[in-house]
């Protein structure tokens, strides 16, 4: 699977941004999708995912309420839509997909196979 992500920029803090991932297979549809962040010095954290059989979604404490994940299976892509941004959101964004038909959406990295390229985010105070 090939994962195309874009959509990251500067914002001034309290700012928004809209995160995308395309992804290069036709049976997107049966791919958990998350995406990560990785800031400078820092390891690789979890911050939202998506399940493809329930549609439920997963957010780490840091960005509940502020940011939204979505997909769209007839586009094959993800979304990440972040509102109220901090400073402390820098970093390099990656989407990541599982393996396909697993049924159990996890937030450690090491459960991703897939990953996109990466886009950055830049929250200026």
């Known amino acids: 699977v090939q994962l195309q992500a874009s959509g990251g920029g500067l914002v001034e803090a309290g700012g928004s941004l809209r995160l995308s991932c395309a992804a290069s297979v036709r049976t997107f549809s049966t791919y958990n999708m998350a995406w990560f962040r990785q800031a400078p010095g820092k390891e690789r954290e979890f911050v939202s995912a998506?399940?493809?059989?329930?549609?439920?979604?997963y957010y780490s404490d840091s960005v509940k309420g502020r940011f939204t994940i979505s997909r769209d299976n007839a586009k094959n892509t993800v979304y990440l839509q972040m509102n109220s941004l901090k400073p402390e959101d820098t970093g390099v964004y990656y989407c990541a997909t599982a393996r396909i038909l697993d049924s159990v959406v996890d937030t450690n990295p090491n459960a991703y196979v897939s990953w996109g390229q990466g886009t950055l985010v830049t929250v200026s105070s």
């Open positions: 998506v399940s493809w059989i329930s549609g439920r979604t």
